[in-house]
């Protein structure tokens, strides 16, 4: 059995009854996160992550992208990271961070991926300090639940934010974009394989296939990704305050 671990994790194992968790803080940021600097957004994240981060399709064409919540302006920058290795208060935390250490994701046995997704933990939270998710009689305690309840509605809205992003690339509504900037100190920064709704291609768009998007609720996303995207000048901004302050 073969269990690839979603990105920013490290190595999962299955959850099993016996097991015990160590669970951490809530914006406490997982190990393997701080030097993330995007993450994947599910379909009902949009209308809050829009306030924080630039919301960008990321792929490697318009036919395969998912939608990213952009944290850094730089390879391995995550600019919502504090000193204290505690994410942003002041911020939206993402259900992907939410979700640590826990995940769901399929498994390939002999070499064939089987088509349903299992709940998986990572294994460095195992500890037989950390806290019991099953009690003696193998039952869900309260600690399991709740994170159980979260685990399988993000999984489900993620499969939604990917059937979005399918919607839009077959209506070849998505165009490549770049970010060039030029910090007060510093080279200059580029950041290349991201795209965004064209407003024109939306604008052209048959009246029937617009009325389907908004039907599907696709068009609310679309609008809170193009309002996202001023988002970018607060990275610049955050990235700035976080240099004077090193």
């Known amino acids: 059995m073969d269990i690839r671990p979603p ?7 299955p959850l099993i009854k016996e097991h015990r968790v160590a669970l951490r803080a ?18 009902t994240e949009f209308t809050v992550a829009c306030r924080d981060y630039p919301i960008a399709f990321v792929g490697a064409n318009t036919g395969s992208v998912i939608a990213m919540a952009v944290l850094g302006l730089e390879r391995q920058q995550n600019l919502f990271a504090t000193a204290e ?11 992907y961070v939410r979700r640590h250490p826990f995940c769901m ?32 009689k193998g039952e869900p305690l309260p600690a399991w639940e709740a994170r159980r309840k979260l685990l399988f509605e993000f999984e489900a809205d993620l499969a ?24 007060n100190q510093g080279p200059p920064l ?3 394989g991201m795209y965004r709704v064209s407003e024109q291609k939306l604008a052209e768009l048959a009246p029937d296939d617009l009325k389907a998007l908004l039907q599907k609720g696709i068009l609310a996303r679309v609008y809170a990704h193009l309002i996202s995207l001023a988002n970018f000048g607060r990275l610049l901004d955050r990235r700035a305050k976080q240099s004077q302050s090193a």
């Open 7 to 13: 990105y920013g994790y490290q190595d999962v194992v």
């Open 26 to 43: 809530e914006r406490k940021i997982p190990s393997g996160f701080r030097n993330l600097n995007a993450l994947p957004l599910s379909f």
């Open 85 to 95: 290795d505690d994410w942003d208060a002041s911020v939206y935390l993402p259900a």
């Open 105 to 136: 994701t399929r498994v390939t046995v002999d070499g064939k991926e089987r088509p349903e997704r299992v709940a998986c933990v990572e294994k460095s939270a195992l500890s037989d300090s950390g806290e019991p998710m099953f009690d003696a």
């Open 160 to 183: 939604r934010s990917e059937e979005m992003s399918r919607e839009l690339g077959r209506h070849q509504l998505l165009e490549s974009f770049s970010l060039q900037a030029q910090p």
């Open 190 to 192: 580029a950041m290349t």
